[in-house]
């Protein structure tokens, strides 16, 4: 599907992106980077969806913007706490959904996400 510089081109394509709360737990720092287990959350919460702008059909880009007000933290949540090692996580995805083009069919691609937010010990009041 790209062209001959290696872009893939977005014309006629729609993109759609959301993340979903997670629980993190056991997360530990180690030398190749953090290990953690991912669980969903209770309640289940609604998908957050993030907004596509500026895309470039024929140069295969896009902006995906990651607007943080609507993900529902709350300086009060615990998993923001300092002493939680954990944090708070984020796991979803990216879909671009390409239509049948005479004899090509129609074809998605996905680009999975994942998100920590961790305190970073700065309490502002």
């Known amino acids: ?34 290990t953690f ?3 969903d959350y209770t309640p289940t919460p609604t998908p957050i969806s993030l907004t596509v702008t500026n895309i470039n059909t024929t140069g295969g880009s896009f902006t995906l913007v990651i607007d943080d007000s609507a993900w529902g933290l709350m300086a009060t949540d615990p998993g923001l706490d300092i002493a939680d090692p954990n944090g708070i996580g984020y796991s979803g995805r990216i879909k671009i959904s390409f239509p049948a083009n005479g ?4 074809e998605d691609i996905i680009v999975f996400l994942f998100f920590i937010v961790r305190s970073d ?5």
């Open 37 to 39: 287990t991912i669980g």
């Open 103 to 106: 004899s090509t069919p129609a």
């Open 1 to 34: 599907m790209t062209n001959d510089a290696g872009v893939l081109p977005l014309t006629g394509a729609t993109i759609d992106a959301q993340i979903i709360r997670r629980v993190l737990t056991n997360v530990i720092d180690t030398r190749n980077g953090l």
């Open 121 to 125: 010990g700065i309490v502002v009041e």
